[in-house]
T-cell receptor, first 118, second 112 residues
Framework: AQTVTQSQPEMSVQEAETVTLSCTYDTSESNYYLFWYKQPPSRQMILVIRQEAYKQQNATENRFSVNFQKAAKSFSLKISDSQLGDTAMYFCAFIRTFYGGATNKLIFGTGTLLAVQP | DGGITQSPKYLFRKEGQNVTLSCEQNLNHDAMYWYRQDPGQGLRLIYYSQIVNDFQKGDIAEGYSVSREKKESFPLTVTSAQKNPTAFYLC???????????FGPGTRLTVL
């Protein structure tokens, strides 16, 4: 069974600083995707970034980037130039590659609450 | 606008009543999902549907029911058999060409 672990329940960062959120996962699958979702106070779940396991290059989306270490099963999120609007709960999630008819379940970690301080 | 809508945003229910949460998407996605979120926890899968007229139980399906009569719609009924229904419910959909799930804004259900 796949599991996703986020070991930092809460973190704080000053505006304009850089912060890294940790995520580790456990799976025997070789083909899968990893995601970071953001859930602000509105509680809408918003996709931040996605990484395909077969790609060695780390994904980047503007101020958000990941450090994907497949052998170590680690998938951390780096937020550069933190902004007040980045304050949210951040969830790491795993899904194995979809095969027709197979269960395609998104597995979430318990989240890291990030507070950006002015 | 393309996206996923959920209604209502807040819902109150008396014990013993069934209640139905709406989820609609205009993204032309085949797969749709229902998740439950409790305070301090991640999301848990209730039901999912990969195609019209077909759906499967997730990890916590007891006390819930769904239907998938149209591609665009995947309503969730919380029945009186659900012991602790107060929670935040999120609907998601996924297109064929990607494993990425996109979420609606959620419904907060409170049982009085």
């Amino acid at each position: 069974a796949q599991t996703v672990t986020q070991s930092q329940p809460e973190m704080s960062v000053q505006e304009a600083e850089t912060v890294t959120l940790s995520c580790t996962y456990d799976t025997s699958e070789s083909n899968y995707y990893l995601f970071w979702y953001k859930q602000p106070p509105s509680r809408q779940m918003i996709l931040v970034i996605r990484q395909e396991a077969y790609k060695q290059q780390n994904a980047t989306e503007n101020r958000f980037s990941v450090n994907f270490q497949k052998a170590a099963k680690s998938f951390s999120l780096k937020i550069s130039d933190s902004q007040l609007g980045d304050t949210a709960m951040y969830f790491c999630a795993f899904i194995r590659t979809f095969y027709g008819g197979a269960t395609n379940k998104l597995i979430f970690g318990t989240g890291t609450l990030l507070a950006v301080q002015p | 606008d393309g996206g996923i809508t959920q209604s209502p945003k807040y819902l109150f229910r008396k014990e013993g009543q069934n209640v139905t949460l709406s989820c609609e998407q205009n993204l032309n996605h085949d797969a749709m999902y229902w998740y439950r979120q409790d305070p301090g926890q991640g999301l848990r899968l209730i039901y999912y549907s990969q195609i019209v007229n077909d759906f499967q139980k997730g990890d916590i399906a007891e006390g819930y029911s769904v239907s998938r009569e149209k591609k665009e719609s995947f309503p969730l009924t919380v029945t009186s058999a659900q012991k602790n229904p107060t929670a935040f419910y999120l609907c998601a959909s996924r297109g064929d060409s990607t494993d990425t799930q996109y979420f609606g804004p959620g419904t907060r259900l409170t049982v009085l």
